[in-house]
């Protein structure tokens, strides 16, 4: 799990990280780290934890709320899927489980055993999707705020920040309310990626 002695490499770092089995006794599905990530990389996209989808298929947003996503970036999933322009590191890297209200969240063991190390190899971003509250309570300076408010003053942060709601469809009544959303922030995201990834 990477604890017997350091990484010398990114890669080194992420065979370790897929084949971490920490949380296993907490996953319903057992453990399938998901992540994607290159030294090279610009962008990286924080998530929250991979859904049931991703954990069968092992491929990062490979659901809806990935589909949503690569149309809120304007970018096809081949370029989505180059580790080598996009890091996909979210906050859980194994399915938690469902409750009453959607997927568990993400089992904080994650990041506090694997969230500096990785980031720390990533020298090249130049652009951070944090995509909800976890992935906000994490990478964005206190006080913690709503998700609304902080993607709403998303200029706090920008241009080496942005924080996004989930693209999730249960999200849908909350784009419906807030169309400002799609008039604001998804401009210049679009114009930041499509310049970071030329």
Same mark, same amino acid.
């Given at each position: 799990?990477?604890?017997?002695?350091?990484?010398?490499?990114?890669?080194?770092?992420l065979a370790d990280v897929r084949a971490c089995r920490l949380c296993e006794p907490a996953l319903p599905l057992g453990a399938?780290?998901?992540?994607? &990530?290159?030294?090279?990389?610009?962008?990286?996209?924080?998530?929250?934890?991979?859904?049931?989808?991703?954990?069968?298929?092992?491929?990062?947003?490979?659901?809806?709320?990935?589909?949503?996503?690569?149309?809120?970036?304007?970018?096809?999933?081949?370029?989505?899927?180059?580790? &080598?322009?996009?890091?996909?590191?979210?906050?859980?890297?194994? *399915?938690?489980?469902?409750?009453?209200?959607?997927?568990?969240?993400p089992r904080p063991e994650c990041a506090a055993t694997w969230r500096a190390r990785l980031l720390a190899q990533l020298p090249?971003?130049?652009?951070?999707?944090?995509?909800?509250? *976890?992935?906000?309570? #994490?990478?964005? @300076?206190?006080?913690?705020?709503?998700?609304?408010?902080?993607?709403?003053? #998303?200029?706090? *942060?920008?241009?080496?920040?942005?924080?996004? @709601?989930?693209?999730?469809?249960?999200?849908?009544?909350?784009?419906?309310?807030?169309?400002?959303?799609?008039?604001?922030?998804?401009? &210049?995201?679009?114009?930041?990626?499509?310049?970071?990834?030329?």
């Amino acid at each position: 799990m990477g604890t017997e002695r350091p990484p010398t490499s990114l890669d080194a770092l992420l065979a370790d990280v897929r084949a971490c089995r920490l949380c296993e006794p907490a996953l319903p599905l057992g453990a399938r780290p998901v992540v994607q &990530a290159s030294a090279n990389a610009r962008i990286l996209i924080v998530g929250q934890a991979p859904g049931r989808r991703v954990h069968e298929t092992g491929i990062p947003f490979n659901d809806p709320s990935g589909d949503r996503l690569r149309d809120w970036l304007a970018i096809d999933r081949a370029r989505f899927y180059d580790p &080598a322009l996009v890091a996909l590191l979210p906050m859980g890297f194994c *399915y938690p489980g469902t409750g009453s209200a959607g997927d568990l969240p993400p089992r904080p063991e994650c990041a506090a055993t694997w969230r500096a190390r990785l980031l720390a190899q990533l020298p090249h971003v130049e652009l951070t999707l944090v995509i909800g509250q *976890y992935a906000q309570q #994490w990478h964005l @300076p206190p006080p913690r705020r709503p998700v609304t408010e902080q993607v709403r003053n #998303w200029h706090r *942060y920008w241009p080496k920040i942005i924080p996004l @709601p989930h693209p999730s469809p249960r999200n849908n009544l909350w784009l419906r309310r807030n169309p400002w959303f799609e008039t604001d922030v998804l401009p &210049a995201l679009r114009k930041s990626v499509a310049h970071l990834l030329s």
